[in-house]
């Protein structure tokens, strides 16, 4: 059961609450760098460690990433919406 007090959240609701997330390949992102870690658990995502995360979810910039556990255990607490990839790309 997710608590209030879990030492993941720290302060990330002003910035994600009710975010529009797309769950993609790290590989796809937009951006040129070369990891990122997610916004609750600082999980790497990174095409080129053989243990870091390869996909999850993210903002539609790429700035912000989140691994599917994390996504799985506060999408209730922060309403996250999942979008539409193919919806995004076609904008």
């Known amino acids: 059961m997710l608590e209030l007090n879990d030492w993941r ?3 990330q609701e002003r910035y994600l ?3 529009v997330l797309f769950y993609k390949s790290y590989a796809d992102r ?3 760098t070369d990891h990122d870690h997610c916004e609750f658990c600082w999980a790497k995502f990174c095409e080129t460690i053989p243990d870091a995360l ?3 979810y993210t903002t539609s910039d ?3 990433w989140i691994c599917t556990e994390c996504f ?11 979008g539409d990839l193919h919806n995004e790309e076609g904008a």
């Open 9 to 11: 959240l720290q302060g």
């Open 54 to 56: 390869k996909a999850g």
């Open 30 to 32: 937009k951006t040129e």
């Open 62 to 64: 790429d700035y912000r």
């Open 17 to 19: 609450k009710g975010a």
């Open 72 to 82: 799985e255990d506060f999408k209730g607490m922060f309403k996250f919406e999942v």
